[in-house]
Every structure is written in structure tokens, then in C-alpha cells.
């Protein structure tokens, strides 16, 4: 990717995943684990093109490099399956591939990370998504669906219909991640 290409894709991504939350979990219990809200959304997302629910058991949860790698895995295979026929907007895609893409992130806790879940679990002082440090369950901060509100009011129509489209998914995944 060109660094002008890039550069959008990031700048877009920043104003998608508030916007996404906002839309899709403003009123909805969400894990306080990061990586756990990582995997919810990812998946709520390849339901959204694929028209359909993952499936998954207890062991899926075993450990955080399984079940991340077997949830990106789902989505990749979705993106491709579907190929054109993708309800979901091309930008949209590029932009949630950077939030989810497996990162090598050497200043975070677990080997392997996403953008999504560093944001959500260590954001800037006072900016991470979950209302409390402690427990497994929490509400988004005010201040984040605040800014989630403005920032999807500021997308195109065309990028807020994607979110729509996930928004719809996400309440499941939640419930789904947080009572396995």
C-alpha cells in the first residue's frame, strides 16, 4: 500500500472503530479484555458477509493465539469466498483488515495483537473503551460513544451503511464472547 493510501486507510480506521462501537454497543455488556472484544467484532464483521453466526465451543477460548488465529482465519476465508458480492464497502474492508490484521506489537502484553485491541484496552489516558480496568464485563466510556456518534455522523452514507450492516452482528458476538 502506498503511504498516501495507507495513511487514509489508518485515518479512516480511527474514525470507524468509535464510530462502529458507537452504532453497534452503546447499550450492550462488552468484555473488559481487549482481545476478547477484538475477536466479538471481528466476527461480527465475517457474519455481516457472510449473512451467518460463527459457531464455536469452549475450547475455541483455550488461549487467545487460537482462537484470534481461528477467528481472522474465518474472516480472511469470508473475504475471499465472497469476493465481489461483499455487502460491505470496499474502504470498509481496508480499513477494518488494519484494525484486525495480526500485528507483531513488541510493546504489547500477548505475542500477537491487533490495532483494534490495543486501542480498545490501552487507548490514550482516560480513552480506552471499557468503563472499568477490573472485571470481565463493562459499558463503553461516555466519552468514546460521544466521539463514536460524531464520527459516524462525519462518514459518507456509504460507510455508514457497512457499520449498519455489522451493527446488526455485534450485540450476538458480545453475548456469545463474553458467556464462553
Known amino acids: 500500500m502506498e503511504d498516501k493510501e495507507y495513511n487514509n486507510t489508518v485515518k479512516l480506521a480511527q474514525a470507524i472503530m468509535p464510530a462502529l462501537v458507537w452504532k453497534s454497543a452503546k447499550d450492550e ?34 488461549s487467545f493465539n ?11 476465508s469470508a473475504r475471499r469466498r465472497i469476493g465481489d458480492n461483499n455487502p460491505l464497502d470496499a474502504e470498509f474492508m481496508k480499513a477494518v483488515k488494519y484494525l484486525f490484521e495480526p500485528q507483531d506489537l513488541h510493546y504489547s502484553a ?24 477490573t472485571g470481565v464485563v463493562c459499558h463503553i466510556r461516555r466519552s468514546i460513544l460521544e466521539h463514536g456518534e460524531k ?27 463474553i458467556e464462553t
Not at 455488556?29 to 459457531?55: D, Q, W
Not at 490495543?118 to 468503563?131: I, P
Request: aromatic share 16%.
Open 29 to 62: 455488556l462488552c468484555p473488559v479484555n481487549s482481545h476478547r472484544a477484538s475477536v466479538a467484532f471481528l466476527c461480527a464483521i465475517t457474519a455481516a458477509i457472510e449473512n451467518k453466526y460463527p459457531h464455536w465451543n469452549e475450547a475455541f477460548f483455550s
Open 151 to 177: 464520527s459516524y455522523s462525519q462518514l459518507p452514507p456509504y460507510l455508514q451503511q457497512s457499520i449498519d450492516i455489522v451493527a446488526k452482528y455485534v450485540p450476538e458476538m458480545l453475548r456469545q464472547v
Open 110 to 133: 500477548c505475542p500477537v495483537s491487533t490495532i483494534f485491541a490495543e486501542v480498545w484496552g490501552r487507548g490514550l489516558v482516560g480513552h480506552k473503551y471499557a468503563d472499568i480496568d
Open 66 to 76: 487460537s482462537y484470534f488465529a481461528e477467528s481472522y482465519a474465518a474472516f480472511e
